[in-house]
């Protein structure tokens, strides 16, 4: 059963900050995504990670996958108030079912 | 405008009366599927369809029934519900399953009492 842990759960940082979140899963997989939640809202697709070493970039936000690790990254640089939100990664696993983070709550300060 | 549509936005019912969430999606996807939301558990898929006539159970699917008779529409039956069904719903659609990104619809605030 294809399981994906998303750290950390809540991360709190300062205006102009780096910060890295991590979400591993625990089967093979090629292809991963990252959404991006705003309070009560739908989901908003940010990246699509096809193949290993895959590397996208939106404006502050950087996103990695590397399949042999079972490991993405979503980078956030100089962050902004605008950025926060609730991001969640999601792995394709077998019969095309979606398994999804249990989300990270990025929350910038000034 | 492509889009995946849900009704109703909210719902409050009771135990055991038995309620549908509509879905619709308008950018002739194969694939739809729904999803429940609930705090620090993240998203978790309760059923799944790949075509019409096609559906297949997802990570939680006790106490939900699907039909897909037509493309565009994927309804979520909860015959019988129970509190523990409180949640918040998302649909979504795409172009080859979990193959490509999801497109979701704006999500279904249920409360059983």
């Known amino acids: 059963e294809l399981k994906v842990e998303q750290n950390p759960l809540f991360l709190s940082m300062q205006e102009g900050k780096n910060y890295t979140i991590y979400c591993n899963y625990s089967?093979?997989?090629?292809?991963l995504y990252w959404y991006r939640q705003d309070p009560g809202k739908s989901l908003e697709s940010l990246f699509v990670l096809l193949s290993n070493g895959a590397v996208k970039q939106e404006g502050r936000l950087m996103a990695s996958l590397d399949t042999k690790a079972r490991l993405s990254t979503l980078h956030i640089t100089a962050a902004v108030h605008d950025l926060s939100a609730t991001y969640f990664c999601?792995?394709?696993?077998?019969?095309?079912?979606?398994?999804f983070g249990t989300g990270t709550r990025l929350q910038v300060t000034l | 405008e492509a889009q995946v549509t849900q009704n109703p936005r909210y719902l409050i019912t009771v135990t055991g009366k038995k309620l549908t969430v509509t879905c619709s999606q308008n950018?002739?996807?194969?694939?739809m599927s729904w999803y429940r939301q609930d705090p620090g558990l993240g998203l978790r898929q309760i059923y799944y369809s790949m075509n019409v006539e096609v559906t297949d159970k997802g990570d939680v699917p006790e106490g939900y029934k699907v039909s897909r008779k037509e493309k565009r529409n994927f309804p979520l039956i909860l015959e019988s519900p129970s509190p523990n069904q409180t949640s918040l719903y998302f649909c979504?659609?795409?172009?080859?399953?979990?193959?490509?990104?999801?497109?979701f619809g704006p999500g279904t605030r249920l409360t059983v009492t």
């Open positions: 979504a659609s795409s172009i080859r399953g979990s193959r490509s990104e999801q497109y």
């Open positions: 950018m002739n996807h194969e694939y």
């Open positions: 089967t093979t997989s090629d292809r």
């Open positions: 999601a792995v394709a696993g077998t019969a095309s079912k979606l398994t």
